[in-house]
């Protein structure tokens, strides 16, 4: 029994292990970092850097990948022909649009060591632009890696309950324009505006102003003699944060006044007389 033991344990370590990532909405730096552990054997206690002892591992969903920022348009890959005049480059996405695996094998690529079993490793990775597999891949795997990251769920998709329990970082006035002009809180506008100036905002936005204002005239001093360029564009700053600040009051001011006239509410009673 214990030399069955031992050949199930032999077995099981030297065999080749089939692992299944799924690169849906993953960065493909992750993705290829994974990878390279299993097709080097790293994760195997026989590893050695001059044995190939790694194992197979499939990649699904490499169409749908996820960088980072505006890597799409910023990283860049290069590439030469080896004639003159060969030397190409290409953003992501150009790569990508004309090669949904190819962001991927590039990146495991680079991830290896640079030796003679690199090519034999790359040939133990299996890329597949979608989710079908051949009938043999799927029938050899043993094991799906858990994603590198966390997928974002959809707004649809959380529930109600989860939505109500979503803490609120703000929850708009419905009586702020006119609460702080001193007005009836009867009109139409205290709805449509108390959406756009909540009462604890305002302060906070000409607090923001005045000293942004005063950090620029602080500035526009320390430069001293050197800001003849700078002068001009920090006075229009300042005009245009006043002239911002009053049409935004003015706003205010005129929506809750004009365009939303003060609607009464008044009931009247009428008492009948029994007796005619």
Same mark, same amino acid.
């Given at each position: 029994? *214990?030399?069955?033991?031992?050949?199930?344990?032999?077995?099981?370590?030297?065999? %080749? &292990?089939?692992?299944?990532?799924?690169?849906?909405?993953?960065?493909?730096?992750?993705?290829?970092?994974?990878?390279? @552990?299993?097709? $080097?054997?790293?994760?195997?206690?026989?590893?050695?850097?001059?044995?190939?002892?790694?194992?197979? @591992? @499939?990649?699904?969903?490499?169409?749908?990948?996820?960088? *980072?920022?505006?890597?799409? =348009? $910023?990283?860049?890959?290069? &590439?030469?022909? /080896?004639?003159?005049? /060969? +030397?190409? $480059?290409?953003?992501?996405?150009?790569?990508?649009?004309?090669?949904?695996?190819?962001?991927?094998? #590039?990146?495991?690529? /680079?991830?290896?060591? %640079?030796?003679?079993?690199?090519? !034999?490793?790359?040939?133990?990775?299996?890329?597949?632009?979608?989710?079908?597999?051949?009938?043999?891949?799927?029938?050899?795997?043993?094991?799906?890696?858990?994603?590198?990251?966390?997928?974002?769920?959809?707004?649809?998709?959380?529930?109600?309950?989860?939505?109500?329990?979503?803490?609120?970082?703000?929850?708009?006035?419905?009586?702020?324009?006119?609460?702080?002009?001193?007005?009836?809180?009867?009109?139409?506008?205290?709805?449509?505006?108390?959406?756009?100036?909540?009462?604890?905002?305002?302060?906070?936005?000409? %607090?923001?102003?005045?000293?942004?204002?005063?950090?620029?005239?602080?500035?526009?001093?320390?430069?001293?003699?050197?800001?003849?360029?700078?002068?001009?564009?920090?006075?229009?700053?300042?005009?245009?944060?006043? @002239?911002?600040?009053?049409?935004?009051? *003015?706003? !205010? #001011?005129?929506?809750?006044?004009? +365009? +939303?006239? =003060? $609607?009464?509410?008044?009931?009247?009673?009428?008492?009948?007389?029994? &007796?005619?």
């Amino acid at each position: 029994m *214990s030399s069955f033991s031992r050949s199930a344990q032999q077995w099981a370590t030297f065999a %080749r &292990s089939w692992f299944l990532i799924d690169a849906r909405m993953q960065p493909p730096g992750k993705i290829a970092s994974m990878c390279s @552990v299993r097709l $080097q054997g790293k994760h195997k206690p026989i590893y050695h850097a001059l044995s190939d002892c790694g194992d197979h @591992v @499939v990649v699904i969903n490499s169409r749908h990948i996820a960088f *980072s920022g505006n890597k799409w =348009e $910023q990283k860049v890959y290069s &590439s030469h022909t /080896g004639y003159p005049g /060969g +030397f190409k $480059q290409v953003t992501a996405a150009q790569l990508h649009h004309k090669d949904p695996k190819a962001i991927v094998k #590039l990146a495991v690529y /680079g991830m290896l060591p %640079r030796n003679l079993h690199r090519r !034999t490793m790359m040939q133990r990775l299996h890329i597949f632009s979608d989710d079908a597999l051949p009938d043999d891949i799927r029938a050899n795997l043993t094991e799906e890696l858990q994603q590198p990251r966390a997928i974002p769920r959809k707004l649809s998709e959380y529930t109600p309950e989860e939505v109500e329990a979503f803490p609120r970082l703000w929850t708009p006035y419905v009586n702020a324009p006119r609460h702080i002009l001193g007005l009836p809180q009867t009109s139409a506008s205290c709805r449509l505006l108390g959406a756009f100036l909540p009462p604890a905002n305002i302060c906070n936005w000409l %607090r923001l102003v005045l000293m942004t204002m005063s950090q620029k005239r602080e500035m526009l001093r320390r430069l001293g003699s050197h800001s003849w360029c700078a002068a001009p564009k920090l006075l229009c700053d300042q005009l245009l944060g006043i @002239v911002w600040v009053t049409a935004a009051l *003015s706003y !205010t #001011l005129v929506s809750g006044l004009v +365009f +939303f006239p =003060e $609607q009464q509410t008044t009931e009247s009673i009428s008492i009948k007389n029994p &007796s005619g």
